[in-house]
């Protein structure tokens, strides 16, 4: 099954900037619902030197609307085209919240807008995040890094991010006071934090405060490619492979239950869903585990599932499993004593379904739940897991 209406969603780049807390809105957008629609492939040129800024009216973050009017005080305006799953992108929001902290002072505003399409992002592209490039993930993230600026979706026809034309995420535009643009590139050139302070950045800056040419008005970015809600081919070819996979199903006694759960034998971070196809929340849930192994699969990461099922209903469980394109490695206890299954897994668990267990390889488990799991915050807690980790 392709991500939810991807023929028809489109998402855009999300600008970021730096604000004043009484900078003036058009709008609120408290109850805004993403909404991205198709959008033909056409050409998408990069704005030149000299341009005038595009307008835009975006939802933000914050629950506003904001325009470029907004910011018509700011002698210096920056737009920052950016995304949440881009691990380059993750790389400078540290200097991103810094620069803006240091020249919002100097009359400078910082905004943003994602070039991304949620729906064009394919799983196999979130291997290094914890979040994909929808509006409510964009909420997720600007909370939890401290954004200081307003952070604004323009996925549902990514009319805005087309008229300027970001190659990859990060990518920034300096404009003038006369909306003009005067740097268009990178924000330094070195992309592992901690070593580089967004130098060309500021020294476009500088020379704009400082009534100056800017030295060097257009760099090369690098980063993560801009996701065009027409670049479908891919997502269909790998949504193609992924159902393609076998589907099997193998049964397994207490003590071949016991060596999965150890984790000998592998080198990975293994996730063990327990589940049962009479569990309502088990089957609610089950597509999203596959999500996670398509996501981080490619790392040292495993998703695994053991049924709960009497053996009897190894064929139920088979069917369900195929419907699913479950092409991972699945199990089933091959006794109907469910206390076994409850010993082998895992002796604090008390029985109740789902249950699902994080285990390194060894057979340390650094993360369990029983019921339904937060499949966000599960996210994270596998992304930072020192066997995986972010980029940087």
Known sequence: MLKPLFTCFVALALCVGCHKSTLPTTASAGGFKQNPVLVAEQPVPTLAIGATAPDFKLPATDGKFYQLSDFKSAKILVVVFTCNHCPTAQAYEERLVKVCADYKSKNVAFVAISPNSPPALLYEEEGYTDLNDD??????????????FPYLYDGDNEAVSIKYGPVATPHVFVFDQQ???????????????????????????????????????????????????????????????????????????????????????????????VWATWCGPCVLEYPDF??????????????????????????????FLQEKHSGVSNYIFGEDDNYALIEAIDPKWNGALP???LVEPGGKVVWSQQGEVNMTALRKIIVEHPKMGRYF
């Open 135 to 148: 509006y409510e993930a964009m909420k997720i993230r600007a909370a939890n890094q401290k954004f200081n």
């Open 179 to 273: 909306r003009k643009l005067r740097y268009n590139g990178r924000f330094d050139a070195i992309e592992k934090p901690g070593k580089a302070n967004a130098e060309d950045l500021r020294a476009a800056l500088d020379a704009l405060l400082a009534d100056k040419e800017v030295a060097q008005p257009v760099t090369k970015t690098f980063g993560c490619s801009t996701k065009w809600a027409w670049k479908n081919a891919y997502q269909e070819k790998t949504e193609k492979e992924w159902q393609s996979r076998p589907v099997t199903l193998v049964k397994l006694d207490k003590q071949g239950i016991k060596n999965v759960v150890s984790n000998k034998d592998s080198n990975k971070l293994r996730l063990i869903n």
């Open 290 to 319: 596959l999500k996670l192994q398509r996501m981080y699969g490619a790392r040292d990461f495993e998703f695994v599932s053991i049924s709960a099922d009497k053996p009897a209903k190894e064929a139920n469980v088979l069917r």
């Open 355 to 357: 249950y699902t267990v």
